[in-house]
Antibody, heavy 119, light 110 residues
């Protein structure tokens, strides 16, 4: 079955960088676009970025545009999120999600990885 | 990119029906049939219950239904059960090839 496992979270100072990974299994990874979604502690869901199945197109939320970069390695079935110039308000659980039923749904989620940005 | 508008909370008694609204604009909810709804229990990953406005994934109870009129989408839960108590989020594709989520609605089963 579909399995998504995020890693790479931790505590980092504001202004520094962090790279998250999402290891995927149980489906044809190279056939689907992938999303990153985040949730700040006690807050709602916020969409972060999407990448096309072949990496040809990438789109970002305004709040992270120019600071975050989504990428993928289809040979490793892995999705990435490079986060630069981190801010305190980037603190959140970051989850990867895959749209299997529809191009813009979030059908399977990982458990997420916590990123804490300190001042 | 303002979030889609959802009521902060709704409540209902077991067996009743409730409806959660999700209001956007013609550039998102009103312009495309790509509205989804997720259910999230505390400390759990979200689970999609409706996609493409009104489609249900395999395994999701038919007590959950979705619809849309103009710039407002709606999630209806009929025959309310205690296990339905959770946070519910709508999301929509936008004309900028991005996604907007709603602020979330906390459902309390009385």
């Amino acid at each position: 079955q579909v399995h998504l496992v995020e890693s790479g979270g931790g505590v980092v100072q504001a202004g520094r960088s962090l790279r998250l990974s999402c290891a995927a299994s149980g489906f044809s990874f190279s056939s689907y676009g992938m999303h990153w979604v985040r949730q700040a502690p006690g807050k709602g869901l916020e969409w972060v970025a999407v990448i096309w199945y072949d990496g040809s197109k990438k789109y970002y939320a305004d709040s992270v545009k120019g600071r975050f970069t989504i990428s993928r390695d289809n040979s490793k079935n892995t999705l990435y999120l490079q986060m630069d110039s981190l801010r305190v308000d980037d603190t959140a659980v970051y989850s990867c999600a895959i749209p299997l039923n529809s191009a813009w749904s979030f059908d399977y989620w990982g458990q997420g990885t916590l990123v804490t940005v300190s001042s | 990119q303002a979030a889609l508008t959802q009521p902060a909370s709704v409540s209902g008694s077991p067996g009743q029906s409730i409806t959660i609204s999700c209001t956007g604009t013609s550039s998102d909810v009103g312009g495309y049939n790509y509205v989804s709804w997720c259910q999230q229990h505390p400390d759990k990953a979200p689970k999609v219950i409706i996609f493409d406005v009104s489609s249900r994934p395999s395994g999701v109870s038919n007590r959950f239904s979705g619809s849309k009129s103009g710039n407002t989408a709606s999630l209806t839960i009929s025959g309310l059960q205690a296990e339905d108590e959770a946070d519910y989020y709508c999301s929509s594709y936008t004309s900028s090839n991005t996604v907007l989520f709603g602020g979330g609605t906390k459902l309390t089963v009385l």
